[in-house]
């Protein structure tokens, strides 16, 4: 059976936890666009919670844009925001220094299309976790079943202290940079 994943702008922990199941994985670049997932958006835990960051598209035949056609959008200054944000959550986080540069210039990449944008992304988290699960991109829309992308909290998932967690609170499946701003290289023993 084939292992087929979604593309993600900093997938959260479930997704990249999913991925370290596999040898192999096919990205699925021929679905059309589905609006208000993790494809172009991510969440990070904030002083004031959960926050959601979202990428801007351009869709060329709206709702029929497949995922490899899907662009970005430079009409506001989303990058500009979107670090802003991630460095007011995780810069007293202890391994903002050394991730945080990275982090940075994944989100400054500059890459008009989405699909190329979070490959870079997806890379670089896989090199800082070790993962070295394949992947190719689907050449035509895979369609299996419908619960294809839905990723469980891993049940093994073990607490970690979070910057703006508490002792009675823990938010699982936030996006993979709480862990590795947490955790940094014990991240991959943390999601696996």
């Not at 598209?57 to 497949?66: A, D, E, M, P, Q």
């Not at 986080?93 to 540069?101: A, E, K, R, V």
């Not at 490959?119 to 991109?137: A, M, P, Q, V």
Request: charged residues 20%; glycine residues 4%.
């Amino acid at each position: 059976m084939i292992s087929v994943f979604p593309t993600s702008y900093f997938g959260n922990i479930s997704y990249y936890s999913s991925i370290l199941k596999h040898d192999k994985i096919v990205l699925e670049a021929k679905e059309n666009f589905i609006k208000q997932t993790f494809r172009n958006r991510c969440e990070i835990l904030t002083g004031n919670g959960v926050q959601q960051l979202s990428i801007p598209v351009i869709k060329k035949n709206g709702s029929k844009t497949s995922i490899d056609e899907v662009e970005i959008s430079y009409d506001t200054d989303w990058r500009k925001d979107h670090w802003k944000a991630i460095e007011s959550a995780y810069s007293n986080s202890p391994y903002f220094d050394h991730y945080g540069i990275e982090v940075r210039e994944l989100i400054y990449f500059n890459e008009s299309n989405l699909l190329k944008f979070n490959e870079n992304i997806h890379t670089r988290i896989c090199k800082w976790l070790g993962i070295d699960t394949s992947f190719s991109y689907s050449k035509e829309y895979l369609l299996l079943n419908s619960n294809r992308y839905n990723f469980e909290i891993n049940p093994n998932l073990k607490k970690y202290i979070q910057v703006f967690g508490n002792q009675s609170s823990f938010e699982p499946n936030i996006s993979i940079l709480d862990a590795v701003f947490c955790l940094g290289p014990m991240a991959r023993v943390q999601i696996n």
